[in-house]
Nanobody, 117 residues
Framework: QVQLVESGGGLVQPGGSLKLSCAASGFSFSLKTMGWYRQAPGKERVLVASISSGGTTYYVDTVRGRFTISRDNAKNTVYLQMNSLKPEDTAVYYC???????????WGQGTQVTVSS
């Protein structure tokens, strides 16, 4: 069955960096577009970055230039390098396939990112 396990979150000061990882299993990872989503307290979960099977990337405006999504198909893992973090980046971060509606049954536990001084 599909499994998605996120890791790498934590508490970081504004301006700091974190790298998130997501280990995937149970499907043909290399053939799928993967995304990182986040859900801030009291808000809906939203897509912040995605990467296609061919390596084409997408970023929401609020993170473009600060976040970098990448993938290692040999390890069935997708990453999110987050630099210049801001307090408004505080959220639970999830990875999943794109579009989310097709992957709605496979959300993992997410990883908490807190940006605070």
């Amino acid at each position: 069955q599909v499994q998605l396990v996120e890791s790498g979150g934590g508490l970081v000061q504004p301006g700091g960096s974190l790298k998130l990882s997501c280990a995937a299993s149970g499907f043909s990872f290399s053939l799928k577009t993967m995304g990182w989503y986040r859900q801030a307290p009291g808000k809906e979960r939203v897509l912040v970055a995605s990467i296609s099977s061919g390596g084409t990337t997408y970023y929401v405006d609020t993170v473009r230039g600060r976040f970098t999504i990448s993938r290692d198909n040999a390890k069935n893992t997708v990453y999110l390098q987050m630099n210049s973090l801001k307090p408004e980046d505080t959220a639970v971060y999830y990875c999943n396939g794109v579009p989310a509606v097709r992957w709605r049954d496979y959300w993992g536990q997410g990883t908490q990112v807190t940006v605070s001084s």
